[in-house]
């Protein structure tokens, strides 16, 4: 919030036309700078100008809309016509006439009647949620004055022209607000240098600003938004544009409290409909797919308040597949895939947390067709492969060195071979394989692709 007295208005008004048009920017001791807030979305939450008065300035000081509130004090018995107060009316301002001279309003004389109003400006203070500490209670001595400023103890400023007591001066013009075409607002309005700004707003969100000089010429893009920008209205519909405006996605809310979510490419063409629904008793999330007609179900996903989740495939509206993922409390999770009624198991795949695996395939009969496996601890691979339910065989993968060891075994577990896969640092490949029987084969392939056995 700001406050200021007589011509601190000026002071008061620079800081926040500057604020609006510049943002809020933080330079760090090493010279980096940081957007705090953006131009046109820096806002001045409460303003109190006392007596306000401009004289002598030149330009526009009229208040930029992001000055949310004004207070504004005029001292009703301050007559001189060379001080006229500032009329600051406008939207969001509040103007009160206290029965005072210039300096009552603020309270700067002993004995004056603006005494009485500075227990006002501190609740001004704390209402605005800035809490002063509060001052001891005024000494009165005598009766309380209003103070005449008609002259001054310099000779040249004596015995001024008065005007009508209370009298104010408009010192700026309000900000314009135009609609545009493509939803956004343009606020038009002058600075205390006469520079006018066209500051473009989606919502809450700025997009761009525009400084032309004085007369409306030479428009530079001072601000420019790479977007996305999201505004929301006071119904919580959504609007996403990139930084040109055009429209991302949409989001509007449903009767029943869910969001239909629409998003588009750079032709505004619709590529997605999704609708998500808010959270249901149990804490779980359900967002759905559409197909562009908006009407066929494609997909739905149902996530859990633990992070578990069941995602559903659908085509023509029909479910074709369930996908599970489960969490276990010892850092493992398991993905599971059904059939479309989600009833007939069709593979299961449990991860570790140090990337040891175990996944299961089965046919539409629920038999078991083949089971892998990896052992992080050993660098072991695991193969079977099952027929009816039966294994029939297995291989065991293992990491040895840099040589690939392989073990073949039939569905009782008996050994049908063993081979080993090795290559040197020559590019020469060595392969070794074993049978029970003790016959053994070496094929040894050099880098230019010859083989020897």
């Given at each position: ?139 009165v001595t005598g009766p309380l ?278 290559t040197f640092d020559d590019g ?11 016959l053994q084969s070496i094929i ?10």
């Amino acid at each position: 919030m700001t406050a200021s007295f007589s011509r601190g208005i000026l002071a008061d008004t620079i800081f926040a036309q500057k604020l609006y048009v510049e943002g809020l920017v933080y330079t760090d001791p090493a010279g980096n700078k940081h957007e705090l807030a953006a131009p046109g979305e820096a806002t001045v939450t409460a303003s109190l100008p006392i007596s306000p008065v401009a004289t002598f300035a030149q330009g526009s000081y009229g208040q930029p809309t992001n000055v949310l509130s004004t207070t504004s004090v005029i001292a009703a018995n301050e007559n001189r016509a060379n001080f006229t107060q500032s009329d600051l009316s406008g939207s969001g301002v509040s103007t009160y006439d206290v029965l005072a001279g210039h300096g009552d309003a603020a309270d700067v004389y002993a004995n004056s009647i603006g005494v009485v109003y500075q227990p006002a400006y501190q609740n001004f203070f704390a209402n605005a949620g800035f809490p002063l500490p509060r001052l001891p209670p005024a000494v009165v001595t005598g009766p309380l004055y209003i103070n005449q400023e008609t002259a001054t103890s310099l000779a040249t400023l004596q015995n001024l022209p008065t005007t009508t007591p209370g009298s104010t001066a408009t010192i700026g013009s309000a900000p314009i607000v135009i609609p545009t075409a493509d939803g956004a607002t343009v606020t038009q309005f002058e600075n205390y240098k006469g520079d006018i700004y066209l500051i473009k707003k989606f919502g809450d969100v700025t997009a761009s600003v525009t400084k032309l000089q004085p007369g409306g010429v030479n428009p530079v893009v001072t601000y420019s938004n790479p977007g996305p920008i999201t505004a929301t209205d006071p119904q919580g519909n959504t609007v996403t544009r990139n930084g040109l405006g055009q429209v991302l996605q949409t989001g509007s809310k449903q009767v029943d409290g869910s969001v239909l979510q629409i998003s588009y490419d750079s032709n505004s063409q619709v590529i997605s409909i999704n609708k998500i629904y808010p959270p249901a008793a149990d804490g779980s999330r359900t967002q759905e797919a559409y197909a562009l007609d908006g009407i066929t179900l494609t997909g739905k996903v149902v996530l859990q308040a633990n992070g578990d989740s069941t995602a559903t495939r659908y085509i023509n509206g029909i479910p074709t597949g369930v996908q599970t993922i489960v969490s276990s409390p010892d850092g493992s999770n398991t993905v599971s895939q059904y059939d479309g009624s989600g009833n007939v198991l069709q593979s299961s795949m449990t991860t570790q947390r140090d990337g040891s695996y175990a996944q299961n395939l089965y046919d539409n009969q629920r038999n078991l067709t083949s089971q892998s496996s990896y052992d992080a601890a050993t660098s072991t691979y695991t193969d079977k492969s099952y027929s009816s339910g039966v294994i029939q065989q297995s291989v065991i993968t293992t990491q040895v060195g840099s040589a690939v060891r392989y073990e073949s075994l039939d569905g009782q577990g008996s050994l049908l071979g063993v081979s080993t896969s090795q290559t040197f640092d020559d590019g020469t490949q060595l392969v070794t394989v074993s049978y029970p029987s003790g016959l053994q084969s070496i094929i040894s392939t050099a880098t230019d692709n010859t083989s020897k056995q």
